[in-house]
């Protein structure tokens, strides 16, 4: 068995695909109804042979989690996932934010400076940010 050095592994079912010229949008639920949204080439696409109704795994490293507070945000953003602070660990430069969102775990890496800008602390109400280009999908 192959493994990973992604943190954020997070398995679903293809929803929907959405197919154009170059890129292929490519919409999964996972087991706790969480919805991720991944922008794959369309090469890739038919590669992998994907389609709705499908077991995948998408893939993203902790440190392309971005973490807001706040759930009305105007942002380009495809993933905008809302969930609560479980635990943080902190280090010299970077913190370790484990986040739970709706059952399923999300890790993200930020800077200390930020954790303090923004005030995180355990229990605190987050949106984890996910640009769908990050999202890697595994089948």
Excluded: F, W, Y
Aim: glycine share 6%.
């Amino acid at each position: 068995m192959k493994m990973l050095s992604a943190r954020n592994q997070l398995s679903g079912i293809i929803k929907s695909i959405s197919r154009g010229a170059v890129n292929a949008e490519v919409i999964i639920t996972t087991p706790t109804g969480v919805e991720i949204s991944s922008i794959i080439t369309l090469g890739s696409c038919v590669r992998m042979n994907l389609e709705p109704g499908d077991n995948i795994i998408a893939v993203i490293k902790a440190s392309d989690v971005m973490m807001a507070i706040g759930s009305e945000l105007a942002i380009s953003c495809r993933n905008n996932i809302p969930g609560l602070i479980k635990k943080i660990n902190h280090s010299q430069v970077n913190d370790e934010i484990i986040i739970d969102a709706n059952g399923a775990e999300l890790v993200s890496i930020i800077t200390q400076s930020s954790v303090k800008r923004l005030n995180l602390t355990e229990n605190t109400k987050v949106s984890a940010l996910i640009k769908a280009s990050n999202v890697i999908l595994m089948k």
